[in-house]
Antibody, heavy 117, light 110 residues
Framework: QVQLQESGPGLVKPSGTLSLTCAVS?????????WSWVRQPPGKGLEWIGE???????NYNPTLKSRVTISVDKAKNQFSVKLSSVTAADTAVYYC??????????WGQGTLVTVSS | QTVVTQEPSFSVSPGGTVTLTCGLS?????????PTWYQQTPGQAPRTLIY???TRSSGVPDRFSGSILGNKAALTITGAQADDESDYYC??????????FGTGTKVTVL
């Protein structure tokens, strides 16, 4: 059973960079899957941020593309997201997920990141 | 910017049937968008109900079914139960390695 666990600072200052890591267990990140980040502002809906393959190939949500970088560390079986120039609008629960066949089949429990001074 | 629309809320009686829909701001939803449906309760990660339009995820009761109705994807709950009271989200694969979630529907069972 694949398990994902997000980690990172729960508080980021405005204009700073949000950085989170997703540790994958119960399976290898070097398989045939893509790996995604999804976020959910408090009381609002879900938003796909982007995805990465083991090779390092990435795809991003066009609305966030200029601020997002997703990377993979195969040796540590984990992948990460960085979001720059954050504002209060970036306050959200951030989930990492594994892509199945055009959907997200395994999810982390999510981690709340608050942007505030 | 593509918008995927869902009904904001629905109320259903226990044992009743409700159909939620997932549409595009422009164009029609087809199986090529691989519509997927998630159920989410407060404080929890989304749970996959239906993927690839109508394939039920492992362990999902058969009272949940997916389809294409007209120009939208649809999730039908037949014989609603109290623990079906949740938020429901659809997500569409836009074909250019880009996913868009729907706006979400809050289902109340009473």
């Amino acid at each position: 059973q694949v398990q994902l666990q997000e980690s990172g600072p729960g508080l980021v200052k405005p204009s700073g960079t949000l950085s989170l890591t997703c540790a994958v267990s119960g399976g290898s990140i070097s398989g045939s899957n893509w790996w995604s980040w999804v976020r959910q502002p408090p009381g609002k809906g879900l938003e796909w941020i982007g995805e990465i393959y083991e090779s390092g190939s990435t795809n991003y949500n066009p609305t966030l593309k200029s601020r997002v970088t997703i990377s993979v560390d195969k040796a540590k079986n984990q992948f990460s997201v960085k979001l720059s120039s954050v504002t209060a609008a970036d306050t959200a629960v951030y989930y990492c997920a594994r892509n199945g066949d055009h959907y997200f089949d395994y999810w982390g429990q999510g981690t709340l990141v608050t942007v505030s001074s | 910017q593509t918008v995927v629309t869902q009904e904001p809320s629905f109320s259903v009686s226990p044992g009743g049937t409700v159909t939620l829909t997932c549409g595009l701001s422009s164009g029609s939803v087809s199986t090529s968008y691989y519509p997927t449906w998630y159920q989410q309760t407060p404080g929890q990660a989304p749970r996959t109900l239906i993927y690839s339009t109508n394939t039920r995820s492992s362990g999902v009761p058969d009272r949940f079914s997916g389809s294409i109705l007209g120009n939208k994807a649809a999730l039908t709950i037949t014989g609603a139960q109290a623990d079906d009271e949740s938020d429901y989200y659809c997500v569409l694969y836009m074909g250019s390695d880009y996913y868009v979630f729907g706006t979400g529907t809050k289902v109340t069972v009473l």
